[in-house]
Nanobody, 122 residues
Framework: QVQLVQSGGGLVQAGGSLRLSCAAS????????RAWFRQAPGKKREFVAS????????QYVDSVKGRFTISRDSARNTVYLQMNSLKPEDSAVYYC???????????????WGQGTQVTVSS
């Protein structure tokens, strides 16, 4: 069993920055890769970024490349999403997920954080 607790998020003006955190607890945490997804009202949950836990390899959706950075702190079992140059279209509820491999399909993730709202005003 893995528990994911998110923090961060909030309201920011376009061009601003926010950092999301996702702390994991439970067993065999180093077996799980992590990812960030987001879901806007009326839309499907969308892949944002992922990180392979054992080697730190990262992947991003094209729309956030160069603006968002996913990173991990293995000692704290925490993954971060640094979001810079935010745009109104980045507004959504952001979720962290843990899975046995990196997938862009949210159905493949077994564990989820509680979600955190990110709102970017124009």
């Amino acid at each position: 069993q893995v528990q994911l607790v998110q923090s961060g998020g909030g309201l920011v003006q376009a061009g601003g920055s926010l950092r999301l955190s996702c702390a994991a607890s439970g067993r065999a945490l180093n077996m799980y890769d992590r990812a960030w997804f987001r879901q806007a009202p009326g839309k499907k949950r969308e892949f944002v970024a992922s990180i392979t836990w054992n080697n730190g390899r990262t992947q991003y959706v094209d729309s956030v490349k160069g603006r968002f950075t996913i990173s991990r702190d293995s000692a704290r079992n925490t993954v971060y999403l640094q979001m810079n140059s935010l745009k109104p279209e980045d507004s959504a509820v952001y979720y962290c997920g843990a899975g046995t491999a990196v997938f862009s399909n949210p159905d493949m993730y077994r564990y989820w954080g509680q979600g955190t709202q990110v709102t970017v005003s124009s």
